[in-house]
């Protein structure tokens, strides 16, 4: 049984560094040791978080504390049954690809039927963290799980599955939304705003661009395996795809704070948000997979910054 850090996870990991031998696949299966894709799905729903509280001119409460905490817990969590499945899915593509050879499912670690007992219990889990919000959340989280269960096909019939992960990944921002747009939980209202969902197509145009740079790494052995991407579908041009991607991303991002009346620091975050796009642009190099997993796991930052523009909007002087 392997026991290296897989590929794309920093050799310092704390599941590699400090977690017990048997569990060390298992946390592995649910990517425990590469947090950025926990980020990445998490700040949407915090942003949505923040944007109802701004839009309803509400203050920061016990119940949304607990939504942040809620939240930052349930991403972790579906996180790993999201690529649980897309490893159950994927395990013969991953087999021939190098950077996920040695995933447990692939490695033989793990097998599909243990995999898929992760994936129910991690989910049980999950439902009772919804279960706390009111009846709009509870629905939307209940039609996420559509989304995630498709996501692993998309790569076998459109050159686009990184729009179908953005749609998957940031539908937190119209959860979150709707789970803080009432002040008290278990209510049996709840609404989506236009400036949520102007946020949440920001947020599918941004991993749309992420990602593509994520898929840089694998162009070689997709081929091989015959997967498609939209770094492959784009070729020469995935650059200039990257550009256009972020700029609807930043676009969007800003018809969000103009619907919810943003003040003036939102549109100064929002520049710095921008800036941040600009340099990955200018720093990306195509034939660079080392390069491309530092500029994906930027995104951290990026996501950051636009979720201290939306907590900061309602702020005057």
């Known amino acids: 049984m392997s026991t290296a850090p897989l590929p794309d996870a920093t050799q310092d990991n704390w599941v590699d560094r400090y977690a017990p031998q048997k569990l060390k696949p298992w946390l592995k299966l649910g990517r425990f040791d590469r947090p950025i894709g926990t980020w990445l799905l998490l700040l949407p729903g915090w942003q949505g978080i923040m944007l109802a509280l701004a839009e309803t001119e509400r203050s920061f409460g016990g119940y949304e504390a607990w939504l942040i905490v809620g939240f930052a817990i349930g991403a972790a969590l579906m996180r790993g049954a999201g690529c649980a499945v897309n490893d159950i899915v994927d395990r013969d593509f991953d087999a021939q690809v190098a950077r996920t050879a040695s995933r447990p499912i692939p490695s033989g670690q793990i097998s599909p039927k243990q995999a898929a007992a992760f994936v129910v219990g991690i989910c049980l889990?999950?439902?009772?963290?919804?279960?706390?919000?009111?009846?709009?959340?509870?629905?939307?989280?209940?039609?996420?799980?559509?989304?995630?269960?498709?996501?692993?096909?998309?790569?076998?019939?459109?050159?686009?599955?990184?729009?179908?992960?953005?749609?998957?990944?940031n539908w937190g921002a119209v959860l979150g939304f709707a789970g803080a747009s009432v002040a008290a939980p278990l209510a049996m209202t709840g609404f989506v705003s236009p400036a949520a969902l102007a946020l949440y197509a920001g947020g599918l145009f941004w991993t749309l661009g992420y990602d593509t740079i994520y898929a840089l790494q694998d162009i070689e052995d997709d081929v091989m395996a015959g997967v498609k991407s939209s770094a492959r579908r784009l070729g020469s041009k995935v650059r200039e795809g990257v550009a256009v991607f972020y700029a609807l991303a930043f676009v969007l991002a800003g018809v969000s704070g103009w619907l919810a009346k943003a003040g003036p620091l939102f549109w100064v975050f929002l520049g710095f948000y921008g800036l941040h796009f600009v340099w990955q642009i200018a720093k990306l190099l195509p034939d660079n997979p080392v390069l491309a997993l530092k500029l994906f796991k930027s995104n951290r930052e990026a996501g950051l910054i636009l979720l201290a523009a939306i907590a900061l909007s309602q702020v005057s002087f």
Do not use: E
């Not at 995630?148 to 749609?167: C, D, E, H, N, S």
């Open 125 to 169: 889990v999950s439902l009772c963290i919804l279960l706390t919000m009111n009846l709009m959340a509870v629905l939307l989280g209940f039609l996420s799980l559509f989304l995630v269960a498709a996501y692993p096909f998309m790569k076998r019939i459109t050159w686009w599955p990184q729009a179908w992960l953005g749609l998957t990944f």
